[in-house]
């Protein structure tokens, strides 16, 4: 089983830009398919991007498509999400996850519930 450390979170003016990443420790990162989800405070945790094992497959909420870009290299056991012309309300705590059954990329609307493999989270402020 992998684990999960996030970062590249921080603050950044509404229009501005920020990349997460998401470095998996283990062997077997390329087997997993991977998914970006947030939570804002007081709200539940909402999905947002993910990407097949092989990177060949993605797909977004529709809050973030145009915006958003996930992608990975799994020479380098990560997983990224690009984020472009940020608003105040992507404001939220930003977590991966991996997915062995690769439900992620299937379901139109992954929900976090099943996910067993998350990281710690990183803070995205957008200030208006």
């Known amino acids: 089983q992998v684990q999960l450390v996030e970062s590249g979170g921080g603050l950044v003016q509404a229009g501005g830009s920020l990349r997460l990443s998401c470095a998996a420790s283990g062997r077997t990162f390329s087997l997993y398919a991977m998914g970006w989800f947030r939570q804002a405070p007081g709200k539940e945790r909402e999905f947002v991007a993910a990407?097949?094992?092989?990177?060949?497959?993605?797909h977004y909420a529709d809050s973030v498509k145009g915006r958003f870009t996930i992608s990975r290299d799994n020479a380098k056991n990560t997983v990224y999400l690009q984020m472009n012309s940020l608003k105040p309300e992507d404001t939220a705590v930003y977590y991966c996850a991996a997915d062995p059954t690769h439900t992620i990329v299937v379901v139109t609307t992954p929900e976090p519930g099943y996910l067993e493999v998350w990281g710690q989270g990183t803070l995205v402020t957008v200030s208006s």
């Open positions: 990407i097949s094992w092989s990177g060949g497959s993605t």
